[in-house]
């Protein structure tokens, strides 16, 4: 199929959506669970799509719903769709190997995240533009942040100044990814964290409140509640 989205766009973008999303109850594979009446997966598509920057689309789909995701993405975006693997790291890796070859810059989403806005992706392509090896949008940690052991005692409060809640969409310079990849040893589910493991210097951009992780029942209801309010 395709890669042709933008003919301008340098970025690539790389959607892990293989997942089985155990944690949000009974149903098919979470990138295809039902968010307003579409999956999870179109929402995110849409919003990648509407991105100047992006040139192509790789979806690393469930392997027994490779051909159902690319009619249903078909009319939304040009898109390439993959098999997945056992693994979001295996998913990853699949999806980079598909990339076309004239587009420097990649970005890692995941279709859980299927409200992650359209300047978001934007953000982290500039970044990478102005000299960034990687690049990860975050937000500050607002609750308190206790260190406690493996008996359940507290042994004590973390400085929450210095921590951030990273979301996605992760960018990187190919090679730099394609290395961090190749280089992988234990499986993370973090790729941004691979590419500290080779001492890349990582960089943050600010995140987005719309852009949570829908891992749960509660975080389905209020993404629809978002999607609702016009996100």
Same mark, same amino acid.
């Given at each position: 199929m395709t890669a042709q989205l933008?003919?301008?766009?340098?970025v690539a973008v790389l959607v892990a959506a293989a997942g089985s999303g155990v944690r949000l109850g009974p149903g098919g594979p979470k990138a295809l669970r039902l968010l307003g009446g579409e999956p999870l997966l179109v929402h995110a598509v849409r919003?990648?799509?509407a991105a100047p920057s992006v040139g192509a689309v790789v979806i690393a789909a469930p392997p027994d719903d490779v051909d159902a995701v690319a009619a249903l993405l078909t009319p939304i975006a040009p898109v390439i769709v993959v098999a997945g693997g056992a693994h979001r790291q295996e998913s990853v890796g699949a999806a980079l190997a598909a990339v076309p070859p004239d587009l420097p810059f990649v970005l890692v989403h995941d279709a859980a995240r299927a *409200?992650?806005?359209p300047d978001l992706f934007e953000a982290v392509a500039a970044a990478l533009r102005a000299g960034a090896? =990687?690049?990860i949008p975050v937000l500050p940690v607002v609750d308190t942040i206790k260190e406690v052991g493996p008996d359940e005692e507290v042994?004590?409060?973390v400085d929450r100044s210095r921590l951030r809640a990273v979301q996605t969409p992760q960018g990187f310079r190919r090679e730099v990814l394609a290395a961090a990849h190749a280089a992988a040893v234990d499986p993370l589910t973090d790729d941004a964290g691979l590419a500290e493991k080779l001492g890349v210097r990582v960089d943050c951009v600010p995140g987005s409140d719309h852009? *949570?992780?829908i891992t749960r029942p509660f975080d389905?209801?209020?993404a629809a509640h978002l999607l609702s309010?016009? =996100?």
């Open positions: 933008n003919p301008r766009g340098d919003r990648i799509a *409200l992650a806005p090896s =990687a690049v042994r004590g409060t852009a *949570l992780k389905l209801a209020l309010s016009g =996100a």
